[in-house]
């Protein structure tokens, strides 16, 4: 079965400290993976995915086929990256449809 | 705006009662997708389209869910005989292909009373 788990509902970080949302999923094939984000009271927004293998925002996550894990990080917490993060997957690249995580909530604490 | 949009934003309505949301895709996107959000978990996936084609329906979508892309442009998704447990955001998002990124619309928050 295609499965994203988001262990974590809450995360709390003070500013200038590392965040890592963490992120396992279960796929038999090879997922596609992606971090969506949700600031408030605005629609979810692509925030990475692994292909691209870019910083967003100096967030980054790598993907780890082994610990089928998705970890998303970034070195230093700013408070506008206070939102709820949602990992997701793409199992078949033809229908695009994305399984999504329970999210977490990040909140960054000035 | 030029991005998804989705009416209404709000919907209330008695149990048993029939509703219908639309989705406005943005204009050259081929893929228009539908999800579920119910509070604390993340977003399901219910159908999907490719152009006017609906190629693919969750277990989650019951015979009281319908969904239509008239022309390959905008859908409507209708819930006949409303139940509490329709209660949840509902997602609309639409991509180029399979494989670009999704869009999403601020989405229908649906109340049943």
């Known amino acids: 079965a295609q499965r994203v788990t988001q262990p974590e509902k809450l995360l709390s970080v003070f500013k200038g400290a590392p965040v890592e949302l963490k992120c396992n999923y279960s796929?038999?094939?090879?997922?596609?993976l992606f971090w969506y984000v949700q600031y408030s009271r605005q629609r979810l927004q692509l925030l990475l995915r692994?292909?691209s293998r870019e910083s967003i925002k100096g967030f980054t996550a790598d993907l780890n086929k082994g610990e089928t894990s998705f970890h998303l990080k970034k070195p230093f917490a700013q408070e506008e990256d206070s939102a709820m993060y949602y990992c997701?997957?793409?199992?078949?690249?033809?229908?695009?449809?994305?399984?999504f995580g329970q999210g977490t909530t990040l909140q960054v604490k000035p | 705006d030029t991005g998804v949009s989705q009416n209404p934003r709000h919907k209330i309505t008695k149990r048993g009662q029939n509703v219908t949301f639309r989705c406005d895709p943005i204009?050259?996107?081929?893929?228009l997708y539908w999800y579920r959000q119910t509070l604390g978990q993340g977003p399901e996936f219910l159908t999907y389209?490719?152009?006017?084609?609906?190629?693919?329906k969750s277990r989650l979508l019951s015979d009281r869910f319908s969904a239509e892309r008239p022309k390959g442009s905008f859908s409507t998704l209708e819930i006949q005989r409303t139940e509490q447990g329709d209660s949840a955001m509902y997602l609309c998002?639409?991509?180029?292909?399979?494989?670009?990124?999704?869009?999403f619309g601020q989405g229908t928050r649906l109340t049943v009373v």
């Open positions: 389209f490719q152009n006017e084609a609906q190629l693919e």
């Open positions: 997701a997957l793409i199992g078949s690249s033809n229908t695009g449809k994305l399984i």
């Open positions: 204009s050259e996107h081929n893929r």
């Open positions: 692994h292909i």
């Open positions: 998002a639409s991509s180029i292909t399979p494989n670009t990124e999704a869009f």
């Open positions: 796929y038999s094939g090879s997922p596609e």
